[in-house]
């Protein structure tokens, strides 16, 4: 099992699935807190507001670490390094959209 997934392709698979994953989470929570759905989610923090969007792409970025260690620990380079690549090219995302909040 371990061969079929130590690909780089299944590690940017499954850091890009990650991030979804994180946003879904988010959404719904903000979501359960505020008795609103997911598309009022979006459309407040991303849609309407630039000031966001930065913030939430880092705490998705944050919900792949798990698999990361998981996958660290199972040394699973190749999926390491398909998760890293993810995460790496969101890092200069998140400076853009602060660039673009005027934030940084």
């Known amino acids: 099992m371990r061969n079929k997934l130590d690909t780089v392709f299944a590690g940017i698979a499954s850091a ?21 759905g997911l598309t009022d989610f979006t ?16 705490v998705c970025t944050l919900f792949n670490i ?5 996958a660290l620990r199972k040394e699973m380079w190749k999926f390491c390094r398909g998760m890293m ?16 909040a005027g934030i940084a």
């Open 43 to 58: 459309d407040i923090f991303i849609n309407d507001s630039i000031l966001y969007r930065d913030s939430i792409l880092t």
């Open 16 to 36: 890009l699935l990650g991030l979804v994953v994180g946003y879904v989470i988010l959404g719904g929570v903000w979501g359960i807190q505020n008795g609103r």
């Open 85 to 100: 690549l993810v995460i790496m090219l969101s890092v200069p995302v998140i400076v853009w959209l602060q660039l673009e």
């Open 66 to 70: 798990g698999a990361f260690y998981f």
